[in-house]
């Protein structure tokens, strides 16, 4: 199957959109949004996420902890869970509408305007869920960095830093991003290729008549003598 220049930018943006919705769901499953060193015990590493607060001890064990409250989180991490499902949910539904709406998926009843149109929400969705896995990821970052800047807490206690499944995030969001501007893009180049049946124009009038001649009558040509039933 030779693929046109439309098809290898639609390839593109599901190989993209795929690749941003998987990290964006290790993104969310990671505990890794903020980490804590402690100066007195520099062995122990405390680490939270949206799920669960963890404790790492080098050399011993890891031990994880569940919130027992979604109302007890702080504000950033609450509306993080929100944004973060939803971001699954629509980078999920862009990236199955894209496919039946690119050309690797052939079905005859699908016309060529509505799968085009499919690829464009498709894209649509992609980029939107792009937005809600940078708006939470970035809120966090920006709340952590406050915390840290914050003059009213003693420079004893230990402060919460920029986890890795941050970094994860940001990176899921560019590729969400990148994948729905590919499949918009795709969506907007070349022609229809084939016409429909029903869009085609009207049939020429039969070969013995000229066409400049046929007014719509029709006329009953006599029957030769040579022919026999």
Not at 9 to 34: D, F, H
Not at 54 to 80: D, H, I, Y
Not at 177 to 205: H, N, Q, W, Y
Request: negative net charge.
């Amino acid at each position: 199957m030779a693929w046109s220049f439309r098809g290898k930018v639609q390839l593109a943006g599901l190989l993209l959109s795929l690749l941003g919705w998987v990290c964006s769901c290790v993104t969310t499953a990671l505990p890794q949004w903020k980490t804590l060193n402690l100066e007195l015990n520099e062995m122990e590493t405390w680490i939270m996420g949206l799920w669960e607060v963890c404790m790492n001890q080098e050399e011993v064990a890891t031990v994880c902890k569940a919130f027992e409250s979604f109302l007890s989180l702080p504000q950033e991490l609450q509306v993080s869970r929100v944004l973060m499902v939803a971001s699954h949910g629509l980078g999920l539904l862009g990236l199955l509408l894209s496919v039946f709406g690119s050309e690797c998926f052939q079905f005859h009843r699908i016309s060529h305007i509505f799968k085009r149109r499919l690829c464009l929400l498709g894209g649509t969705l992609e980029a939107s869920a792009s937005a809600t896995t940078l708006f939470p990821v970035s809120w966090v970052a920006y709340a952590t960095i406050q915390d840290f800047w914050d003059d009213s807490v003693p420079e004893i206690v230990p402060r919460w830093e920029f986890g890795d499944a941050l970094f994860l995030g940001w990176a899921a969001g560019i590729f969400l991003a990148l994948g729905g501007l590919l499949l918009i893009f795709s969506s907007c180049l070349g022609k229809e290729d084939v016409p429909s049946p029903r869009m085609t124009g009207p049939t020429a009038p039969p070969s013995y008549a000229p066409a400049e001649e046929f007014d719509g009558s029709f006329y009953l040509t006599p029957r030769p003598k040579n022919l026999f039933i």
